[in-house]
Nanobody, 121 residues
Framework: VQLQASGGGYVQAGGSLRLSCAASGRTFSSSAVGWFRQAPGKERVFVAVIGGVTHYADSVKGRFTISRDNVKNMVYLQMNSLKPEDTAVYFC??????????????????WGQGTQVTVSS
């Protein structure tokens, strides 16, 4: 599976952005896809995953929504009510589909390049 993230940009606090993750490969429909983010000087952390289960980090729950379109091989992250602390490079990643909630970075096999999200106060 090859992944490419896009849709980042600059937005004011309270605004919205929708990130897209385009996937190629015949195994996409059997993959769980997660979003992660990395703020300057900080570690990359889990944001959301969609696969056998859908799960969000507490910091984004109620504001972000992950969805997928298996026909188009796309996964989306709708981000609403953005805060300055959401500023980060966002990455999508894929791993085999299962029913566990997997948030550990090292359990994801495929990664796309990041897309920058900047939220101004």
């Amino acid at each position: 599976v090859q992944l490419q993230a896009s849709g980042g940009g600059y937005v004011q606090a309270g605004g919205s952005l929708r990130l897209s993750c385009a996937a190629s490969g015949r195994t996409f429909s059997s993959s769980a896809v997660g979003w992660f983010r990395q703020a300057p000087g900080k570690e990359r952390v889990f944001v959301a995953v969609i696969g056998g289960v859908t799960h969000y980090a507490d910091s984004v729950k109620g504001r972000f929504t992950i969805s997928r379109d298996n026909v188009k091989n796309m996964v989306y992250l709708q981000m609403n009510s953005l805060k300055p602390e959401d500023t980060a490079v966002y990455f999508c990643a894929a791993r085999p589909w299962d029913l566990r909630v997997v948030t550990a970075l090292d359990l994801y096999d495929y990664w796309g390049q990041g897309t920058q999200v900047t939220v101004s106060s």
